[in-house]
């Protein structure tokens, strides 16, 4: 059974959707390496950015294979939160990868395919021939996955520190939040339509095993193709920092506890950090409160 929706407060029951309006390159034009100095950790984040927009449409395809039988009106409720803040990511993610592209980020343009592109067709029938409730799980383990990375964005001073350009860092800001808002609702799902633990635990196997793999060969073929980032020293040091610095460190133990049976990821209290960045982001002097549209 999942946990009753009722017990927890409002702001993580039911995600709020946020219409929001960045303004990427218009104070000040955002920089080829746009994580200060750091070409490796400014070519993953320009890859996740990539990913965001198909991945998250893939997500939100995956719980409405399940729409009919979604019955619980608080569900329904934090269903509609999801689907419509992973919607609006996708889509200030497309806003920044176009800039991306136009930076020469050749493999955004490969990882961000559009709407109704053939790509897109062709993923749409992939996914198809996946049982739903496997497709499901793999949403619900990709969203524990963001939610664990998100939580290390908020928390981290060491991650905090990083200086980069100051509106990427809302944007991330912004998505990782809401990732912490949302964390727990395709898993809720997942349980409601009576997925197994052994399918749930099988689709964080694929994640924990796959995801660093294949980002790492990503990674390494979007730096040769910026002639701007053949500095091989330099980004074989930054890439030892990163698996040792605070974006990695301690990342596979945490995601193990996912694959312990009848876990859940509101055992991982984040309501207090929530509740700080809410009034960070959105209160009355919030930093993002004039992004909102
Ligand atoms: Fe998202
Ligand atoms: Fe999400």
């Known amino acids: 059974m999942s946990k009753p929706t009722a017990s927890l407060p409002t702001s993580v029951a039911y995600p709020k959707v946020r219409r929001m309006r960045f303004r990427f390159g218009q104070l000040e034009p955002i920089q080829r390496h746009f994580i200060e100095g750091n070409i490796v950790l400014s070519h993953l984040v320009a890859l996740l950015s ?23 009106p608080a569900l329904k409720k934090r269903v509609a939160g999801f689907i419509g803040q ?10 920044l990868n176009h800039q991306l592209i136009e930076l020469g980020y050749l493999f955004v343009k490969v990882a961000d395919f559009p709407k109704d592109s053939r790509r897109e067709k062709t993923l749409v029938r992939a996914e198809r021939l996946l049982p739903r409730h496997l497709h499901l799980a793999l949403t619900a383990a990709a969203e524990h996955y963001t939610a664990t990375m998100a939580q290390r964005v908020l928390s981290n001073e060491e991650i905090r520190a990083i200086p980069g350009d100051p509106e990427v860092w809302h944007l991330l800001d912004w998505h990782a939040f809401e990732e912490l808002e949302h964390k727990s609702v395709a898993f809720d799902v997942f349980r409601a339509v ?27 073929a979007s730096i040769l193709a910026d002639r701007t980032a053949w500095h091989p020293i330099t980004v074989t040091r930054q890439a030892i920092e990163l698996f040792r610095g605070p974006v990695v460190r301690g990342l596979m133990k945490e995601l193990r506890t996912y694959m312990v049976r009848d876990f859940h990821p509101d055992d991982i209290d984040t309501t207090a950090l929530l509740e700080q960045w809410r009034l960070e982001l959105f209160g009355t002097d919030g930093q993002l409160r004039d992004r909102v549209k």
């Open 194 to 220: 009576d997925g197994s633990e052994e399918t749930r635990i099988l689709a964080m196997a694929v994640m924990y095993y796959g995801v660093i793999p294949f980002l790492s060969v990503a990674v390494i």
């Open 86 to 95: 992973e919607a609006v990511h996708g889509n200030q993610h497309r806003v």
């Open 50 to 72: 990539g990913g965001f927009p198909p991945g998250e449409e893939s997500f939100i395809r995956s719980v409405r294979r399940f729409a009919d039988e979604i019955t619980d």
